[in-house]
């Protein structure tokens, strides 16, 4: 089996609360299945090559880490599109999705412009917004997930991709909304920060489906991360 | 005469509450209401010094008004936990006259850092230590830059600060106030190269730039620099340096020093509590000696005897560079041990949220203890953390059910280090089980 590429965007700069750890979900898994992988970092003021990849990550950020690498990101925006466009596998979680719409507040009041991939824009509140989040997924209604917020900024705009539906916690914005995250061709975002894989092993489950073809068996053993995200969904009380 | 009232009712009911167990809060929210600027209206005969930051604050207020009363001081000083306004106003009530003077020589209040604003806008610390700031309890907190600009707003422009220049973050605090820098040289157990997951200034603060480092402490504390735009460790005021962590001494200028808890949190927080005495007004020797003498609260850390083995409980909250302290200090014992995890929801919020835990620098355990037992409502988060970090199943053990730990304890060897990383005041569930 060909090498699978793993860009990890900013890890230097969009770092906080375990986010990497989505990308050792990954490493480990793919070590367990014996398919060679590499992961390959960029960082503020280095270039890289959407296409060059199988997986773009991107972590959450701190709201002036995030204005920093935003001005970089941008002359990538057409490259990036078009990745996406061309089903490229892409997932961010935290405030990182910002930098894929149309535009969002940074820490000091600019407004700072996205790739324009997505509608959405980012209004900042300088309030943090805490919350567990339980949620069906857009691609398997099936699946039921766990993940945590931490945000100083909600999006604005009508959220015509959602990754989720919520059935408790916060959605997208400040107003009560079921709808979270954004889930187009292979894009994965969401403001669900942390090791959001490791919590939600059906989740990892999808994203090595994409990454590599129906056709490969993922034959590992998960039973722990189920067991653990089956108590924690149960410590909720679900309609 | 509403702040008069407010004393005699937060009194009265602060002596009631001696005798039926209540918050330490009380009294003081009561305060606040009926007097809600009750804070900026005590007048205090001596200074105040505050102190906050995401780790150390408890214990390095607790050495500073130690050593001021080791030096024949009067020193007010709110109690462990009471550090937000009502906690403050507490402490104050307690100790005013009826007409609303503070007679002390000093007031010394340990201080959240969300809340600094907010006591702040009452009332005018004369210093202000910032023990480091860090990622810390993600469900209160934010993120440390948020945290940094609360703390920011509330300093105004006559306070002295104390801040650690190895601290990348909390040393660029209100760049104009007059401050003083403390921080530790070099020592035997710094490194080279960062060995913890949990890093906070990966970037420098100010260019986002690769920040480089002379050596680390621990995390992102340290001698750094960075190359493009020249932020660094600034020359020491108060350098803490010759640290020998086995003998519990070490030099600050120089001066021998010495601490009874040889961690290298213990060393930096006396070395900050020393540079603030010496600010209050002590001389450098008088700091030392006052601080040499001080020892550690109990509530944080104790030992004891577990069915004929030597226990250890060390408490921390959803910090993971407290946690990983903890797991450093369990390492240097030189005994056979195992580690007990113990993690529950978040208090007060019932949040389920683990992700801190994946900032714990947990591999360092592999191979060095006998076994890991994941407990607590959160045991299988643990053990899911545990298997991505690389740790085979044999290593460790999940334990959900209480009643079943004590046998799963037992069936290992060594010391028990029970390293409760949930909040203060559930750890007795931990403790009774194990007995």
Known sequence: MKEIVILHLYGDTLDLYGDFFNVTCITSRLDQLGIPCRVIAANLGEPFDPMAADLIYLGHGKARNLAAVAGHFLPFGGRMREAVEADKLVLCTGSSRLLFGQSFQTFDGREQPGIGLFDYTAIETGQVFTGDVVAKAAFDPDLTTYGFINRTAHLVGKNTHPLFRVIQGPGDGEAPDDLEGTFYHNFFGTWQMGPLLARNPGFLREILRRLLGPEVPLNYDDALEQKALRLTLGEFKLS | ?435
């Open chain 2, 1 to 435: 005469m509403r702040f008069l009232l407010a004393v005699l009712v937060g009194r009265l009911i602060r002596f009631a509450g001696r005798f039926s167990g209540r918050a330490t809060n009380l009294p003081g929210q009561v305060a606040l209401r009926i007097c809600p600027d009750f804070l900026g209206r005590l007048r205090f005969d001596g200074k105040i010094i505050a102190v906050t930051g995401s780790n150390g604050k408890t214990t390095t207020t607790n050495i500073i008004a130690h050593t001021l009363r080791q030096a024949g001081y009067t020193v007010a000083i709110n109690e462990e936990g009471s550090n937000l306004t009502a906690g403050v106003a507490t402490t104050l009530l307690s100790r005013c006259t009826l007409g609303g003077r503070m007679p002390q020589d000093f007031v010394v209040l340990e201080v959240d850092e969300r809340y600094s604003p907010l006591i702040f806008r009452e009332m005018t610390p004369d210093i202000f230590v910032v023990t480091n700031l860090f990622r810390d309890q993600v469900v209160r907190n934010g993120n440390p830059d948020i945290v940094f600009e609360k703390i920011e707003s509330a300093i105004a422009p006559s306070v002295l600060l104390v801040l650690n220049g190895d601290d990348p973050i909390s040393q660029r605090l209100a760049p104009r106030n007059p401050r003083v820098y403390f921080g530790m040289e070099r020592t035997d157990r710094s490194f080279d190269n960062s060995q913890f997951l949990t890093h906070d200034c990966k970037v420098c603060p100010k260019c986002f730039h690769r920040l480089g480092y002379r050596f680390y402490h621990y995390n992102h504390i340290g001698g750094f620099h960075c190359d493009f735009c020249g932020y660094q460790t600034p020359p020491l005021d108060f350098a803490a340096d010759h640290v020998d962590f086995a003998a519990g001494r070490f030099q600050i200028n120089g001066m021998p020093a010495r601490v009874t808890y040889r961690t290298i949190f213990h060393f930096m927080n006396t070395t900050a509590a020393v540079a603030a005495c010496v600010q209050a007004g002590l001389s450098l020797e008088r700091a030392i000696a006052g601080a040499a003498t001080f020892s550690v609260s109990r509530v944080r850390y104790d030992e004891m005897d577990l069915c004929g083995r030597k226990g250890v409980l060390m408490l921390t909250k959803q910090n993971s560079a407290s946690l990983d302290q903890s797991i450093s200090f369990a390492l240097e014992q030189p005994e056979e041990k195992i580690v007990v995890l113990y993690v529950n929801n978040v208090l007060y919020t019932e949040n389920k949220d683990i992700s801190w835990l994946y900032d714990v620098t947990f591999e360092r355990l592999r191979g060095r203890v006998n076994s890991i037992v994941c407990s607590g409502n959160r045991a299988c988060d643990i053990g899911v953390r545990l298997r991505l970090g690389g740790f085979a199943p044999e290593e460790y053990q999940v334990v959900e059910d209480l009643g079943r730990i004590k046998d799963a304890v037992g069936q290992t060897g060594g010391a028990v280090y029970i390293l409760a990383a949930s909040a203060f005041g559930d750890e007795d569930g931990i403790l009774e089980a194990l007995k």
